[in-house]
């Protein structure tokens, strides 16, 4: 049981990655790295705010996901 939620934790934290990868559009290797682009923000449409709502999604299942596997080995 502690090795699926080992494995689940993997693929959701990969997923998670790439989800806040993903939402940093428009900048370069330097908004990776925390620099500021300069860019002004704006409300989020179409698939910005499903991705959004997608990386929030994934971070709770993270949260949850650790919390039973510390349930779950001891």
């Not at 900048?27 to 959004?52: H, M, W």
């Amino acid at each position: 049981m502690v090795i699926f939620f080992q494995i689940a934790l993997i693929i959701t934290s990969l997923a998670l990655i790439v989800s806040i990868v993903l939402q940093s559009k428009g900048v370069g290797l330097g908004g990776l790295t925390g620099q500021d682009a300069g860019s002004v923000l704006s409300a989020r449409r179409g698939i910005e705010k499903i991705l959004f709502w997608i990386t929030v999604v994934l971070a709770i299942v993270f949260v949850v996901l650790v919390l039973a596997t510390i349930a779950v080995s001891r």
